[in-house]
């Protein structure tokens, strides 16, 4: 039999189950974090945060930018909070770029138009989705998130950076409220 790549994590999830490693997992986050951030394998938030089972949701994603994809799933996490724990604490976003990241490459022409005729997408949308300096685009992010009409004013929105080559997050943007709107 062939092994594949997957094999060796299939063997670390046995010994994960049998430890009972799985168990006091709750449904809502301990943290009342929801973290977005992007897909690169050095980006991993359960380590550079040191989050464990069932402390944070995470969204991850090339670049950990913002999509409509992402402020649809904030949007359900909010509508939970505001069904489930209707007079519980407020739950914060984190917007978490990183440096050195490879969606950069979607600032580079030629790459960008063989992406795009490859997926079939629109140049100016990838090129927008290009992370060439974090620090901007977490600001550009948490805008977006911040001001769309489907997240409640009931969670909160922050923007960071995470540097690959110190380890660091740094802080761009602190946790701020979005703005007051009618409950849907």
Do not use: W
């Not at 100016?124 to 620090?135: E, F, G, N, Q």
């Not at 922050?158 to 946790?175: E, K, N």
């Amino acid at each position: 039999m062939t092994t594949t790549n997957i094999d060796p994590v299939l063997e670390r999830n046995r010994a994960f189950a049998a430890a009972g490693g799985h168990e006091g997992a709750v449904v809502f986050p301990n943290l009342r974090l929801f973290v977005i951030t992007c897909l690169d394998p050095r980006v991993d938030p359960a380590h550079f945060l040191g989050l464990e089972l069932s402390d944070a949701i995470v969204v991850r994603n090339v670049g950990g930018r913002v999509t409509p994809e992402v402020i649809n799933d904030v949007a359900f996490l909010g509508q939970i909070v505001e069904t489930v724990l209707p007079d519980g604490p407020l739950f914060e976003v984190a917007v978490i770029q990183h440096t050195q990241c490879g969606a950069g490459a979607l600032a580079d022409d030629t790459f960008r138009r063989r992406y795009a005729d490859r997926i079939g997408a629109d140049e100016s949308t990838l090129r927008a989705h290009a992370v060439v300096d974090p620090a901007q685009t977490v600001k550009s992010d948490v805008e977006r998130l911040r001001s769309a009409p489907a997240i409640p004013a009931r969670i909160t929105v922050s923007g960071h950076v995470y540097d690959v080559v110190t380890g660091l997050v740094q802080p761009i943007l602190r946790a701020d409220r979005v703005p007051a709107r009618p409950t849907l």
